[in-house]
C-alpha cells in the first residue's frame, strides 16, 4: 500500500497545486540556450508584420536591451559574461500579446 | 533601505512599548505556518505546507513557517487591538523555463522553487462578535530580508533581486482567543506590486498570504 499516497495528500494544507505552473509553449519568441552562460540569442518570429517590442530585463529588474522593430523575423544576442547568474526576464509585446520567459544565467 | 528599516524597526518597538505601558496587555510568543498565493498572472504556484510527490525535488516538501510575537490590549468590551511581529519564511514554486540548446531545440522544462524570508508586522483592530472570537483589519508591513530560488535539476539557487523591500499589506484576521492560548487565521493583501526597476513599468506581480498562526501566553 502506497501509504504517502493517502496521508500526504491530507497534509497538503490548501496548497492548492502539488506542483509548479507548466510553462505557455509559443513560437513567437525562444531563447537558446537556455541556460547560458557568455551569451544567449532571442529569436523572435513575427509572421505577421505586427510592430512589436522586444525587452531584457537584468536580475534587478534594470533593462539591458530594449528593441521596437516590425521585422519579419530577428534574433538578439545578449552578453552575459561578466553578468551574476540568475533569472534574465524577456519580454515580448506584440499587438496585444505579451510573452514573457526567464533567461537562466549560469 | 536602511533609514526605511531603521524606521520600520522603531515603529514596531514603540507599537509594543506603548502596549507594554497598559496592565491589561497580554503577550504571546507565536508560531505559524502560512501559503503564499500568487497572484493570477505571476507565473508563480502555491507551495504545500507539508506535502509529498514523488515527482519533484525535493520529494518531501516543507512549505512556511515562522516564529513571532503578539500582543492584545483590550480598548472595551467589544473592541480591541492585536499587535504582532514575526520572522517567516515563505515558499512557493517559481514559472516553470524552457530549456533549449544552442541551436533553439527544446530540451524539456525544468522548474525551481522560491523562498522569501521575511520580517512581517501587522496591527490590527479586532471586534469581538462572540466570546473568545474576534475579526479584525488594519495594516501591515512585509520587509523582505532575502529571497533565493533553487532549481533543483541544476542544483543552483540564485538570489532574486527584483522584489521590493518593503511590502505594505492590508490584513484580515480571525482569532480565538482563552487565557493561554490563542489561534489565528491571517489573510494578508500585498497592496503593491512586488516587482522593482524598469521591469515594474512593464509587468505587475501581485500577492497575498494566508497564514495560520498559534499563540502561547508569555505575560
Known sequence: ?106 | MKIKLSLLFLLSVLFFNSFAQSKTAEYFFTISTNVYLPGGSSGKSSYPILGYNDDYKPSFQIGGFGLGAGVFIPLSDKLLLKAQGNFSRYAYWDQSHFLTDVNAVPLGTVYSHSYDYTFGTTGTLHYSFAEKFSMGTGLGFQVLLTSFSIIPKFDMSFSNKDYKTVMPMLPFELTYKSEKFTFSTRYELALLNRLKGDLADYKTEKYSLLVFEAGFRIK
Open chain 1, 1 to 106: 500500500m502506497n501509504f504517502h499516497k493517502y496521508i500526504f495528500p491530507l497534509l497538503l494544507l490548501l496548497g492548492g497545486c502539488s506542483g509548479p505552473n507548466d510553462p505557455e509553449i509559443d513560437s513567437q519568441l525562444r531563447i537558446y540556450p537556455n541556460p547560458a552562460l557568455h551569451e544567449a540569442s532571442i529569436r523572435v518570429n513575427n509572421s505577421n508584420h505586427e510592430p512589436y517590442q522586444i525587452l531584457v530585463f537584468g536580475i534587478e529588474g534594470q533593462i539591458l536591451l530594449e528593441k521596437n522593430e516590425s521585422l519579419e523575423s530577428a534574433t538578439y544576442t545578449i552578453i552575459l559574461d561578466g553578468k551574476p547568474e540568475g533569472y534574465y526576464h524577456v519580454m515580448l509585446k506584440i499587438g496585444n500579446q505579451t510573452y514573457t520567459r526567464e533567461l537562466i544565467k549560469l
